[in-house]
Structures are given as structure tokens and as C-alpha cells.
């Protein structure tokens, strides 16, 4: 099996893999980082977004190999001790989720446009969120927590 | 997923060596279409050749009238892309509406042209746009480059370097998103350069990407989008599934051509 | 409790599980390991229909690594002659859910289940079990399932006589239709069509069971009631209940379809027959094809009204299918759909039809949102015969307290008037609309829930609180929770702790369904805070010397009161905590209650529409939501689910279908291809609450989460009539039906 090494939440990590083992069970099942949701299967629903060099990517899409020599970040890494991170404080604030299944995808997901679109509108958070689904909120609150979120990153 | 080899490539050469010396070996690209091929069991490749580590495949530039785009580089990256939003607007606007923005992260155009689905957006652009399809070894017109369903005039182990885009005058894409999976139900480019207007159509045809010939002429020079609106298709070849009938594509093609030739005003 | 004085009551607090949630930290079903734990995966039938002659499952049982292979044989079998009553299932029909017995009755009926050291080679030990079919003519239409020729499911349900697809009726009548039609002075009658939809949960269902040597079972897993997870597990395994523990996982949402078990009974057997712990996760694929999603329907309504608006007389006739095996949702069409108005002759009449599908299950006011589309669009339809407003009409209409419904009972107090009056009166239905805008109005109403629920209420030695209850949170309830403690207590809401109990450390709770969880729930906790309160004013009495009656609780603070007020200082919540060993020892208190009252809900939905005629797309452009909630304990949590619930309307009208392929199978069995909302396609969902108190709960609650998903269907479809003069009978309303529509529209002009 080869070995794969990359920087998960600023560690370095290492670990023999089977080259078919995707990104998300390497996280969730070596690492043990189950922050990472998976719901879908086939690249829709965004459970499982995570950031691969600073660029959101669902981790169900992507082989762990893929990864090598990278720097992931999953939804555990983004708070900093007990401060979350703007974006994660915008959701709790502003109750941006019922059942939660979904935020982990969301947060990494809505970080990412905040990087590439630091003053994003209602619709560049919906279109951005394309690739999110959420079933419980019908993404009222998701779009203003990230709208609150947004604008504390830039804070 | 079966199991497989996986190799990182460091080099064109490297690359085509190592898929070539396998006993079913497939490039793997930004994996946005073969990954989840895999997990669904649909391919069973011995190896996969990573080509991410080859830097050389990455870039935009533009030269004279053309824009060339290095087969690795990613939808998000075209679709940021200074020299093709100048140059191109309608090629970065095609790149920044495909899939969802994490497909967008990781996608690439040489991934997505050698793979031609038939409801994928780039194949428009190429047959629109008249491009070319550079690869290891040879220049195909992006015209004899599309041969049927998931079908190219790749050879084994040929490997897409770069796609050039000529200028085009002007130029728009329009589709009608899969409302689940967000592919291209129908998409339509409309170019007109240096005199000849196309109308490349993808998502529509079991076949994959095509011209309209109908639309073409209905467009004319001036991109007539309510000519372009009138034009009955023929739904005879078109995709018939649980999404839409052959016939609402058919209709899709005209209105799509329309909306198209309007954006590109 | 229902004034603005409130402190905590109505406030919009941060939810205690925020934190977790929002740093990956929650569990859910599918993130418990255990050392030792092996995979277990469901063989699933390839056939709509087929009687299984034998399964030899030898092969699989010798390749290396697995640890068990099960069949129906090793589940508790239950005649299907005799029905065993657990909660609304009958267990003789789970039995064969869970695992195929005689028959395999769908396409991914589970007929065996493995599990083995990796989930590969429990992959393929499924390919290594052989399976004698036998198959079968299937049938998955409800038009083809009640023809006189049509493949039978199941010899044993008779109808009229004779085996039939139709398991079972129901049937509401109050006065005389007939009667009412002749006073009629318009008539109207229309069919209707809607598809199976899902729940779509984005967490496929996911448990982990260990079984230990001695045979106590523990099961993680992710439901919408860890006590129903215990009782169905016991039952199909006998195990008695007092040797399970149910774990309740976080659960990433559930809207109904988690409130049985598919996974738990399975690895329950495998554990134990294996001896060590069994996890299963289920795909995507598989939640799809064989979790239940809602009945697809068939109806047709009659109204007639007079011209001053009254309406006579009504008569519905519902078809819904069941699924497989019998249960579909016929008492929430009949018994909803009629139940926002008082109308004095009413007859409603439901098939319960099973079919080659997978068995449906509860989805959000199970039927209600069927019962209600038909109504609803007939209600417009009858409103323009006779020239009026579709919600003057409704208000005349409206049932009111005293008002007997169709299904029963008589109202209580209700606000169904005021959602209609709040519609009126909104701005929403001023702003002008454009062309090809339309705007539709439609009304619903759900039953709500009460029944059992526990809670335990402990103050901690250092004079904080955690409040242990039984419910799943799916929506925030935790947050509802720690808001009525907090006021009861008259303490910072931050001080609560709220907990899910598992079944072995709080008592019996019904399930996270119904609507039920902040009503039932609530008057558990009420219940057990004032036992606590009690005891405090108790023990401060004790320090002072004073009668308990001359103490008050106030603020966080037992004072004197009475001729003592003023004698002591007041004592706090936390000097109290820190001297309970001299009052009496640990402060704390439980309640069980089977509680009632729980009271209906109703809302009224208004919806803008613009349709784009070139291609047939609605776009729902402005929704706004008027609902009776009762008493908003936590307004975030009860806007988000008048929010949720009209997205899954809004899916459900214009786009979300169970479509079949000509083998029987479902022919979009993901995310790929069942198209729900994503965040693009919706505007913000506006929401008006509607305060009229439940007089029979503490803090004036009423059920608020499934009434939200009745009204949209009809209003989406009201408003594309008004936009485009186009009446549509079936659902979804998606582009393709809409565009054809359009054409024949332009054909006939």
C-alpha cells in the first residue's frame, strides 16, 4: 500500500493507504475526523466539503492520495482553542441549523466564497451554495448566518 | 470502487509512459467525473496516472488572436482568469457556472473535454469557439476532436496538453441546468469569428456535443437571437430521459440558442 | 408565562448543542467506533416481486472475515394474519420490512445481511448468498394495483371479499353531502394526482450494536426515538427491552422517515450472532430505494358553496400508497383536509393501496399536505366561480373554537381564523406582480401530538442545572428546552445544560414526531422545574425556620415572603445547591407524564410565482408563512420550521418525483437525479407567527413543525394559475409538464 503525507489541521499526518480510499474515509476513518459528513455518494450534497490548499473540495470526490503533500483543513481545525472562527460563531449566532448534519459542508463551503468574494450579496451566497444541500432550513438562515459571517471575517 | 495502481506523474512523459506501460491505465485529472465513476463500479482501470504534479499543463496565456489553456488548469481558475475574461468573456462565464464551486476547485478542462460527457459544457465551447485541441503528440480541431458518447479522437495514451481558443467577436453560452445534478439538461455556445457563426449544442444529443446547422443559418452574422428562437428542431437522436423528453430538449435547443445570441449581444 | 415580561420565554438564545454542531464535534449515527467492530451490509432483492424459494447463504458464511450471515429466519417472525400494535406500526408488517420473509415485495427489499471484517469483504459476501427467486408480476402504480387483474401482493388482505392491493379505509362523514350539494349554488369537481416523494434527510440512516456475551444489547444510532428504536429491536429480536440500551446519535434530520428502524434489528442479530460490534451505514442509494418516502396519490374532490361564500357541502376521495406492505398515511388526507373549515356536510373517504414500492413512511403531517392539495385547489377554483377572494372565502369559512371538524373533534380555542386574517392584511398581497407573476393562497392543518414524555430536572452541587429529556433534538428543541427552565427558574438560560436521555437514564419518551417534542416535552420539564422550585423554597424555609408556604421563588432567589418578607436575606439558587446535604440531600426532580392537549395547527401559505414560458420553469420569486404557533418559545427554531417546511412544499410541487424504470426499480435513487431545492432555487422564505396560546399547555405551545409543509402545494399551484390562467390537477409542476402545458394552452387559443 502506498504511503500517503499531507497537513491535516496544521499536523502532519501519515498513513499507508489503499490508493481507492477517498479523502473523507481517510479523515473519517483513520483520522478520525468525523466532522466530516458524508450524505450523498455522488458529489451533491456537500456534507463532506473540506479545504484542500485553502480551496473548498468535497472530500467524497477526491482520493486520499490525491491529497499527498497537501494542507487539508476540516471543520474541526477552523476554531482557534475555544474561539471559533467567524464564520462557525455567524451559524451559531444566528441559528443558521436545525439538525447540524449539514453545517460542517457549509462552513468550510461559505469560507471558501468569503476568500474569493470578501463582500458576497444574498445571491452570490446562493449561488455559491450550489453544491450544499440542506433539507431542514430551507436555507433562510444559512444564507444570513453567512451574510453576518462574511462580514465578521472581514471584521 | 475496485482497486487500483495510483501513480503521481512529474512530467508529460513520465505521464505517458506510466499509463502506457499498464495494463488499462486512465489519466486522472481533477477526478470531478472519473471518481465518482469508480464508486459506482461503471470503470476498472488497473492504474491511474495523477497528472497534477505536472506543472507545465497549468496556465492561461494569450498570443496574436488566440487564448491557450493548459489542459490542468481548473474550471475556477478559467473562470478567474484575467487574460480570459478580458479576451473571452464567454468561455470564463461557462467555466464559473459549471457544477457547483467545489467541482469548479478541482475540475479541469483536459479532464472534462477527454471525457465528453454528453451534458458537459466545455465541448460546447470548444466546437463553438473553433478550437484546437493540442495534445502530446498532435492539433485536432476541436471539430474532429468529439466523436460520439464519451467518445474523443484520443488515442491510448495520447494526453491533452492544451486547448487554444481563437478571439471570437463575440460570443455566449446558455444552459438549462439538471435541477439535481446542476449538468447541462441543454446547453448552447454561439460564437461568431471572423465571419463564421457557430452554434455548438451539448446535453441535448445521445451523441454528445453538436452543431445546429438550423441555428447557424438562423442566426446569421448578426446573432439573430429571435431567428434563432423560431427554429424548429427535430427532437429525432435527441436524449430521451426521466430529466426531459427528446422533444423538450428539442425546444430547449432553439430557446437556449436565443438566450445565448442575446447575452452575447 | 405568556406576557412580554418574559425573560427567556420567546428569546432568541443560542442552542446549547450550537457549539458542537458548528465545530464537527456532534456525533451522528454514522461516527461511533468501537474496538473490534466489524461492518455489516444488507443483501437486497433485484426483483419488484418474487417469492423466495431459498437462500443459501454457505458460500458467503466460509469466505474469511465474515462473522455472520442472517436471514428472515433469525428475525421474530409475526403472522401476518394477526396485527401486533406497537405505537402507529404493526409489527407483522416491520418483521417484513426490516428483512424480507416470503416474498421480496420491492426492488432493495433487504432478503439477507452479512457482516464481516471490512466492508469489502462483506460486499462480497453479499455477491457469495444465493437466492432462489421465483419471479413475480409486480405492479407500482395505484390505477394498476387496484385494477381486478392486477398482480397481488398479498393473498391474505381481502377487500369486498376477495384478495386485493387495497389493505384498508377510512372514512370521515359529517351531515349529508348530498343535502349539502343541493344548496349549492356552484359545484365543483376535480382530480388530482401527486407523486411518492422523499424526506431527504441528508443522514442516511447509520447504527452501531454491540451485543455482549451475556446478551444486552447497546445500540447507537441515529432515529427519531431512541425508546422506539428499543421497543421495534425487541421486538424483532427477543431481546427483552430491560437488555437494550439505546443510544440516541445526533440525527441529521429525519422529518418523519426516521421513526422506524431499517438497520438496528439487523445488526442487532449480526452482533450478536457474530459476538462483536456491528456497524452498518447505510448509501444514499440504498436510503433511497428502501427508506420510505410519502405516499404518491390519487384523489378527487367535490365542493359546492353558495354564492354568498358558504361552502355546503365537500366530499374527498383519496387513494395512497402504501408501499409494500399496508400503512400509508389515509388518515392524514382524510382526516386534514377538510379540518380548516366549518362546513356542514362533509365526506372523506381514503384507500390504503399497497404496490411493488418500499414501504412509505411518516414524512411531515403524514397525508395532510394530499388531503390538502386537493382542497385547496378546489377551494380557489370555487372562490373565482363565484367572484371572491380565495381568502375571503377561507375566512368565512374558517373553523373557529366550538366549530365540529369532519374528523371529530370539537375546537378548542384555534387561530386558523387569525392566519387568514394576518394574510389579508399583510403587505405580501400588495406588492404588484409583473407579467407571467402570479400569487396563490392556500391553508392547511395538521393534528399535533401530545402523549408520554419524561424528563429529569438536577441542580448541580455548584447550583447550575441540567435538564435530561428523552426526544432526539432535531430542530433546535434542546434550545425551547433550556428557555422554559430558565424562566421557570428565573436564571440565565446559559446555566441549563439540556441533555438527551438514552433509554436506560430517562423514562419512557414517545417519539420526536407528531409535533409533538416542545409540547409534550415541555410540560414534562415545566412539571419537574416546579417539583424542583418546590423543594427549594422548601429547604430555604428549613434554613430560616419559616413555613415553605411563606417562601417565593423569584429571579433565581428564594425569598421570605408574607409576614416574613424581609426577615432573611434571599437565598440563591447556588447557596441553596451548596447547602442541600443539611436541607435534604440532592436537589433535583422527574416527571412522566402521558400528556393531552396537544391541539391542532393551522397556517396560511401565500406564494408569488413567475414562470418563465420559454422553458417552463416556476420560480418561486416571495413566500410568506401565517401560522398559529401557540407560543414561540424559541421564535429562530419555530421560524425555521414554517422556512423548512416550505422548501420541502416548494420541492415537492415543482420538482421532486419517485420515478420508475419498466423493471420496477426507482430510476433516481440519489442526489444525481431527485431533485430537491438547493439554496438557488429559493428566495427567503418570509414567516409570520400567529400567537393565540394553547390554553391546555404551561407556556401556551403548540405543535408547529409538520403544519408548514400542508399549504404549499396548492399554493405554488394557485399562484401558476394566476400567472398563467392555467390550471394544473397533477404534481410535480416541473418544467417539462409546465412547457407542454403552455404549448396546449397556445394550441387551443
Known sequence: M?????????????????????????????????????????????????????????????????????????????????????????????????????????????????????????????????????????????????????????? | MYDFKYQLANSQDDAVSAQSSAEDGSFLAGGMTLIPTLKQRLAQPSDLVDLSGISDLIGVSAEGDSVTIGSMTTHAEVASSEIVSSKIPALAALAGNIGDPQVRNRGTIGGSIANNDPAADYPAACVALNATIITNNRKIPADNFFTGLFETALEDGELITAVTFPIPDKAAYAKFPNPASRYAIVGVMVAHTGGETRAAVTGASDSGVFRSSEIENALGDNLDSSAAKAVSISADGLNNDIHASSEYRAHLVSIMASRAATAAG | MNDANNKWIGKRTIRPDGADKVTGQATFGADTTMPGMIWGKVLRSPHAHANIR????????????????????????????????????????????????????????????????????????????????????????????????????????????????????????????????????????????????????????????????????????????????????????????????????????????????????????????????????????????????????????????????????????????????????????????????????????????????????????????????????????????????????????????????????????????????????????????????????????????????????????????????????????????ANITAELLGIDYKRVSVLIGDTATIGYSNLTGGSRVLFASGMAVTDSTEKVIVSLKERAAKIWDIDPEAVDW????????????????????????????????????????????????????????????????????????????????????????????????IGWALNEEYIYDSEGRVDNPGFLDYRMPVCSDLPMLDTVMIEVPNPKHPQGVRGVGEVPLVPPLAAIRNAIYDALGIRFYGLPMSPPVVLEALEQGEAAE
Open chain 3, 554 to 649: 423569584e429571579d433565581g432567589y428564594a425569598r421570605p415572603a408574607g409576614a416574613n418578607a424581609g426577615m432573611f436575606d434571599p437565598l440563591s439558587l447556588e447557596e441553596l445547591a451548596e447547602r442541600a446535604t443539611e436541607t435534604g440531600g440532592p436537589i433535583g426532580a422527574g416527571s412522566q407524564l402521558n400528556t393531552a392537549g396537544a391541539e391542532g395547527g393551522f397556517a396560511t401559505h401565500m406564494c408569488d410565482v413567475e414562470v418563465d414560458i420559454d422553458l417552463g420553469i416556476v420560480r418561486i420569486i416571495r413566500y410568506t408563512s401565517f401560522q398559529d404557533v401557540g407560543r414561540a418559545v424559541h421564535p429562530s427554531y419555530v421560524e425555521g420550521q414554517l422556512q423548512g417546511g416550505a422548501a420541502q412544499g
Open chain 3, 54 to 481: 431459498s437462500i443459501d447463504t454457505s458460500k458467503a458464511e466460509s469466505l474469511p472475515g465474515v462473522k455472520a450471515v442472517i436471514t428472515s429466519a433469525d428475525v421474530t417472525n409475526y403472522s401476518p394474519e394477526k396485527s401486533v400494535i406497537l405505537g402507529i406500526q404493526d409489527m407483522r408488517w416491520m418483521t417484513r420490512n426490516v428483512m424480507a420473509r416470503e416474498k421480496a415485495l420491492f426492488h432493495g427489499h433487504p432478503v439477507a445481511a452479512v457482516a464481516a471484517t471490512s466492508q469489502k469483504i462483506a460486499d462480497q459476501a453479499c455477491k457469495l448468498i444465493e437466492v432462489d427467486y421465483e419471479v413475480l408480476p409486480w405492479v407500482v402504480e395505484i390505477d394498476d394495483a387496484i385494477k381486478s387483474d392486477a398482480p397481488i401482493l398479498h393473498e391474505f388482505i381481502e377487500f369486498e371479499g376477495k384478495p386485493s392491493n387495497i389493505a384498508g379505509t377510512l372514512e370521515h362523514k359529517k351531515g349529508d353531502v348530498q343535502t349539502g350539494f343541493e344548496e349549492a349554488d356552484v359545484i365543483v369537481e376535480r382530480s388530482f394526482t401527486t407523486r411518492p416523494v422523499h424526506q431527504g434527510y441528508i443522514e442516511p440512516h447509520a447504527c452501531l450494536v454491540s451485543v455482549s456475551a451475556d446478551g444486552r444489547a447497546t445500540i447507537w444510532s441515529s432515529s427519531q426515538g431512541q425508546f422506539m428504536v428499543r421497543a421495534m429491536t425487541s421486538m424483532l429480536t427477543d431481546i427483552p427491552q430491560s437488555s437494550i440500551r439505546a443510544i440516541p446519535a445526533e440525527i441529521g434530520g429525519g422529518f418523519g422517515g426516521k421513526t422506524i428502524v431499517y438497520l438496528e434489528p439487523l445488526a442487532t442479530i449480526l452482533s450478536k450472532k457474530s459476538g462483536r460490534p456491528v456497524k452498518m451505514v447505510m448509501s444514499r442509494e440504498e436510503v433511497m430505494r428502501a427508506s420510505g418516502p410519502t405516499s404518491g396519490s390519487k384523489s378527487t374532490v367535490k365542493m359546492g358553496i353558495k354564492k354568498d361564500g358558504s361552502i355546503v357541502a365537500a366530499q374527498g376521495t383519496y387513494y395512497l400508497q402504501a408501499g409494500a406492505l399496508p400503512g400509508s398515511p389515509i388518515r392524514g388526507a382524510v382526516g386534514c383536509a377538510f379540518a380548516p373549515y366549518d362546513i356542514p356536510n362533509v365526506h372523506a373517504l381514503g384507500y390504503d393501496v399497497v404496490s411493488n414500492r418500499s414501504k412509505v413512511a411518516a414524512y411531515r403531517a403524514p397525508g395532510a399536505p394530499i388531503g390538502a392539495f386537493a382542497v385547496e385547489c378546489v377551494i380557489d377554483e370555487i372562490s373565482e366561480a363565484i367572484g371572491m377572494d380565495p381568502l375571503e372565502v377561507r375566512l368565512k369559512n374558517a373553523a373557529k373554537e366550538g366549530t365540529q371538524a369532519a374528523h371529530g373533534p370539537v375546537y378548542p380555542r384555534i387561530g386558523y381564523y387569525e392566519t387568514v386574517e394576518a394574510a389579508l392584511s399583510h403587505p405580501h398581497r400588495e406588492i404588484p406582480l409583473g407579467k407571467f407573476q402570479g400569487r396563490g393562497v392556500a391553508s392547511g392543518f395538521w393534528f399535533n401530538a401530545g402523549g408520554e414524555s419524561s424528563s429529569q430536572v438536577n441542580i448541580t452541587e455548584d447550583g447550575n442545572v441540567v435538564v435530561t429529556t428523552g426526544h432526539p433534538d432535531i430542530g433546535g428543541s434542546r434550545a425551547s428546552i
Open chain 1, 2 to 155: 502506498p504511503t500517503v503525507s499531507m497537513t491535516v489541521n496544521g499536523e502532519s499526518v501519515s498513513s499507508e493507504v489503499e490508493p481507492r480510499t477517498l479523502l473523507v474515509q481517510y479523515l473519517r476513518e483513520n483520522l478520525g475526523l468525523t466532522g466530516t459528513h458524508v450524505g450523498c455518494d455522488t458529489s451533491q450534497c456537500g456534507a463532506c466539503v473540506v479545504h484542500v490548499n485553502g480551496k473548498s473540495a468535497k472530500s467524497c470526490t477526491m482520493l486520499a492520495v490525491q491529497a499527498e503533500g497537501s494542507e487539508v483543513s476540516t471543520i474541526e481545525g477552523l476554531a482557534d482553542g475555544d474561539t471559533l472562527h467567524p464564520m462557525q460563531e455567524a451559524f451559531r449566532e444566528n441559528h443558521g441549523l436545525q439538525c447540524g448534519f449539514c453545517t460542517p459542508g457549509m462552513v468550510m463551503s461559505a469560507i471558501d466564497l468569503v476568500q474569493t468574494n470578501s463582500d458576497p450579496s444574498e445571491h452570490d451566497v446562493r449561488e455559491w451554495l450550489e453544491g450544499n444541500l440542506c433539507r431542514c432550513t430551507g436555507y433562510h438562515n444559512i444564507v444570513k448566518s453567512i451574510l453576518a459571517g462574511a462580514k465578521a471575517m472581514q471584521g
